[in-house]
């Protein structure tokens, strides 16, 4: 949409998800294509925080706007930590407003503040949007991911 028709950037706060916030996660992670519902959401969060992981939120007043999951894991083949994305969803009418931006650079910050070296992310190949979005937050593609689900 060319700048002088989109809406104007909103002021977004980005914050620790909270069990009171399940309704709105529910939504956004639904809106990626995962199903979620409300009552689910506590005891997800609940995991995420037992790991240290994060769950992020970015809010305009009442209204969540995106939501970013971040993991931290130690691999062989680095000195540091890696952090990863597990997680990106704008809503529907924030995107194309500097939300998703803003959520990655929240992810940037919270990696260097874990000692992480690295950030990386995965998305699945029929997310052209998504790639060229990461790529315009100078997040370069790197490879493949491959992936199975176990029983």
Request: glycine fraction near 8%.
């Amino acid at each position: 949409m060319p700048a002088e028709t989109r809406p104007p950037r909103r002021a977004v706060e980005i914050r620790r998800a909270r069990p009171d916030d399940a309704d709105a996660i529910a939504e956004l992670i639904t809106q990626l294509g995962y199903p979620t519902t409300a009552p689910e959401v506590p005891e997800r969060l609940a995991a995420l925080d037992a790991e240290s992981d994060a769950l992020l939120l970015a809010v305009d007043g009442e209204s969540a706007l995106g939501l970013m999951g971040l993991h931290r894991h130690r691999v062989a083949h680095r000195r540091g930590p890696v952090a990863y994305i597990t997680l990106m969803v704008i809503a529907s009418g924030a995107r194309g407003n500097g939300v998703g931006r803003r959520l990655v650079e929240a992810a940037e910050a919270w990696a260097r503040d874990r000692g992480c070296e690295r950030l990386t992310v995965t998305s699945h190949e029929d997310r052209a949007g998504a790639h060229a979005f990461y790529q315009r937050c100078g997040i370069p593609y790197t490879g493949r991911r491959f992936s199975k689900t176990l029983d």
